[in-house]
């Protein structure tokens, strides 16, 4: 079974940001319902005064103002599919899992036209809350342990906080150039081992770049 991250990986772009935008510009009333709400929670969240999932869960709150989420969904998608890298849509298979934090609601129906398997943070769009831990980091190499998955025979991200699961897979790549560039998993050394349980501590992606 090959294990795909979502974002950056085989998709350019991040799929949450890029669809509370399209929302915003069908629903301007968002601009005013949602953007300083958000906008607050991420300063507090970088001033150490909220934890991660609180943000994250403030940043998906536009999904809950949303009348027609299912019609926008699809149309979203429509426009975007384009995106999923050539590199990917080369070897895809039946079998393969997407895990991703983005919200479930926004990475199923992609998933349904890929034709493949997904786990991703389940997020309720009528009481805007998490309904199981953000699939994130560690917790994706949890919930593969803990479900029973078969052998992982290939993980592919772009964020070293995937760090987890790549430990988990019998191979890792790193996915570098806007989701177009596919390398092996690098050999961290203490330090930036150091880095990266700590970003992934407080809720970041990291990237070598970084």
């Known amino acids: 079974m090959n294990v795909y991250d979502f974002d950056g990986t085989i998709f350019y772009s991040d799929c949450s940001i890029g669809f509370a935008r399209w ?40 999904l809950t103002m949303i009348d ?16 999923i890298s050539a590199w990917y849509l080369a070897q895809k298979k039946p079998d393969d899992l997407i895990i991703s934090a983005s919200p479930s609601c926004i990475i199923g129906p992609i998933a349904k036209r890929l034709g493949v398997n997904y786990i991703a943070s389940e997020f309720d769009r009528e009481y805007g809350v998490f309904l199981n831990n953000l699939m994130y980091a560690k917790e994706k190499a949890k919930y593969i342990i803990d479900h029973g998955f078969p052998t992982v025979d290939n993980f592919y991200s772009d964020s070293l906080a995937d760090t987890p699961l790549a430990l988990c897979a019998e191979k890792a790549h790193l996915v570098t150039d806007h989701a177009s560039r596919v390398v092996d998993w690098p050999d961290l050394d203490p330090e930036t081992l150091k880095t990266v349980k700590k970003k992934i501590d407080t809720g970041w992606s990291v990237h070598l770049d970084e």
């Open 68 to 83: 027609d989420f299912d019609e926008q969904i699809e149309r979203y998608w429509d426009k975007y599919e384009s995106r």
């Open 23 to 62: 929302c915003i510009k069908r629903h301007p009333q968002l601009c005013f319902t949602y953007l300083p709400r958000v906008a607050k929670s991420l300063v507090l969240y970088k001033a150490g005064k909220i934890p991660n999932y609180l943000m994250q869960r403030r940043m998906f709150g536009y």
